[in-house]
């Protein structure tokens, strides 16, 4: 069984500021998915990272990953009002045939004006 | 092109009422999913459905029973519904092809 640990859970800063969320999972993957959620809001696909080493970047966010330690950053760049939402990582594995999803518990990030 | 529809919405129920949540999907994809999303919980996984004719539970199927009625449908039965079932319902669904998962716009239900 997957698990998948994220933090910080909870997330304020400034805009302008640069901050990192990490994802460490708990048994080998070589992928791992990056979601949004904005408040009341469904899930949206931002990344999907394929191999040891991917990175991909959509405009202030960059997220990575590192099979090797089980880890993947999503690094926030100049953080701006529009990228408040909870962000979340999740990791896949397969379990009675079939292909799931393990969701971290999200990391709520609000950019303060 | 609708994607992942969910209805309804928004539901209060009263304790030990039934109600079932729909999920119909026009992606044409295989395998589709039921979580719950709790405050500080993340998602957790209720059931999911590899293809037609297939059902597993996932991590907390206690209280809930699915069915996939075809290919673009799968839904989620609470027979008995309690307090702890309050919570906002997704369904996601993805095609074997494809790496990533597509979410319907949630069911917000409150158990009073």
């Known amino acids: 069984e997957l698990k998948v640990e994220q933090n910080p859970l909870f997330l304020s800063m400034q805009e302008g500021k640069n901050y990192t969320i990490y994802c460490n999972y708990s048994t080998t993957s070589d992928r791992l998915y990056w979601y949004r959620q904005d408040p009341g809001k469904s899930l949206e696909s931002l990344f999907v990272?394929?191999?040891?080493?991917a990175v991909k970047q959509e405009g202030r966010l960059m997220a990575s990953l590192d099979t090797k330690a089980r880890l993947s950053t999503l690094h926030i760049t100049a953080a701006v009002h529009d990228l408040s939402a909870t962000y979340f990582c999740?990791?896949?594995?397969?379990?009675?045939?079939?292909?799931?999803?393990?969701f971290g518990k999200g990391t709520k990030l609000s950019v303060i004006p | 092109n609708a994607g992942v529809t969910q209805t309804p919405k928004f539901q209060v129920l009263k304790t030990g009422q039934s109600m079932t949540l729909q999920c119909a999907q026009d992606m044409n994809h295989n395998s589709m999913y039921w979580y719950r999303q709790d405050p500080g919980m993340g998602l957790r996984l209720i059931y999911y459905s590899a293809s037609e004719g297939t059902t597993d539970k996932g991590e907390v199927p206690n209280g809930y029973n699915v069915s996939r009625l075809n290919k673009r449908e799968f839904s989620l039965r609470l027979e008995s519904a309690a307090p702890s079932q309050t919570s906002v319902y997704f369904c996601a669904t993805r095609d074997w092809g494809r790496i990533e998962a597509f979410f319907g716009q949630g069911t917000r239900l409150t158990v009073v």
């Open positions: 999740a990791g896949p594995y397969s379990g009675a045939g079939s292909y799931q999803l393990t």
């Open positions: 990272l394929l191999s040891n080493g």
